[in-house]
């Protein structure tokens, strides 16, 4: 254990870098610049100022480094790499248009259609790992075609921002996952099989909500829709199988998403749907992208910089003493039994999840510090400790507009409705999200009778951070 660090104004000193930091990140989110990129002017700021308030400047140095190196950051920033690439390869090889096909071409309408979507929605988010990219890709089709053939346009809107929830919450490929199972040093074998009944579970709520309704609309004929639709595009979800499976039988994530990756390569070259030369070639000149690996890797460099700047600000409130004064008053105060302390871990990720527009960071920040050591004192299993904290990182954070998902969502409803002149619903609809609250109402119910609930067994801990 490394010795306290010492801060000028004892805990609001320590908690200064924080404190800049949600400053930055509220401020921007409110005025709709949020994003991993954005929020690294403010990490850098708050790790700056920081440095005044500490009395040995050379120790405060020292700690940064100790969270930017800490190994759980870098297995997830690996399985982040791996990640991207793999999510770059599902879109190039036909996904969408095969979701697209099923979601157009059933014959479905009204609240039919809008399960559908929700389905599509679902199988989009899993297969990609991305909330933000599942509304980016499928709003601007399936959203005008549900309106057209009778669904109900703000259950229709909120089928696609519940199934890119679903996705974030549940797929290995997710960074949510990643972070929440290698923070809990859970292997993603146990996260994935423990969390599926919480999470089709809440999926299973929300179906029934946009069952009875999704409907109501009024059958128009459908407008020509410019998307490409296929169904060969589904085969893509085969890598998705892979990833799942070797994840399931205890390879280690990394080499789950290698083989998912080489399948989805594979399957993207053999339909057609992806050249040898998209997936690496020599550019045309210097500034280029070299393909679709490069183009992956790319999309979670913003991700992955503002996640080892979150790691080095948490590393501040571990070592000044902060989170473990936080720790010692909740279990004085508030927690004294195993219910109350998967309550607490719940609470305190959403809390961290409210300000911050990306849920990942939230989870970086509470996961190591807050809620590893409480889940380990009441003898909770590390595969538990990330379920609660992944499943509450995803109810009230896909309800808030300023959030990064729901904001871009919403842009994609407004913009494709004034593309074809039809009626949008208001942003204010995503505060009734259904998948959002069926997942906190499972959570809730979990945590009270017990279900699901997971105790650590002998040895555990260390063999779910040997294995990974």
Known sequence: MEKELKMRGGIWGGLTPLLILVIGLVWLSVAERGGTKPFWACAWVALCVGIFFAREPTEYCKALMRGIGDKTGIVIVTAWLFAGV???????????EGLLWMGTTTGATGAIFVLLVFFAAMLFSM??????????????????????????????????????????????????????????????????RTRFPLSITAAAGAAVIFYFFGGGGTVATLPEMQAS??????????????????????????????????????????????????LFHIPEKRGISTGLIEDGIQSVVGAIIFAILILAVTQVLVESGIMRRILEYAERAVVRTVRQAEAFIVGVTIVASIPISANAPAELLVGPSLVRPMGQKFGL???????????????????????????????????????????????????INPYSWTLLAVLAISIYTGWNRKMAAPGEEEAGEAVG
């Open 229 to 278: 639709i296929n169904p060969i595009g589904l085969s893509m979800l085969l890598a998705l199988v892979v990833v799942v499976v070797a994840a399931l039988i205890g390879r280690h994530i990394i080499e789950a998403l290698i083989y998912g990756n080489i399948t989805a390569a594979v399957l993207g070259v053999v339909t057609g749907k992806v050249d040898l030369s998209r």
């Open 127 to 192: 297969g990609t790992g991305t909330s933000t990219g599942t509304c980016i890709a499928l709003t601007p089709v399936l959203y005008p075609a549900g309106y057209f053939l009778g669904a109900d346009p703000a259950m229709l809107a909120l089928a696609i921002l519940s199934g890119a929830a679903f996705g974030d919450n549940l797929a290995p490929v997710s960074d949510t996952t990643i972070v929440s199972a290698y923070t809990q040093g859970a292997t993603m074998r146990d996260v994935v």
């Open 381 to 431: 299993a590390p595969a538990r400790r990330a379920n609660l904290m992944d499943c509450a990182v995803c109810t009230l954070f896909f309800t808030l507009p300023w959030h990064i998902c729901v904001a871009t969502w919403y842009s994609q409803v407004y913009n494709v409705a004034q593309q074809y002149n039809i009626s949008a619903p208001s942003v204010s609809v995503a505060l």
């Open 86 to 96: 793999f999510g770059e390869l599902m879109k190039a090889g036909g996904l969408v």
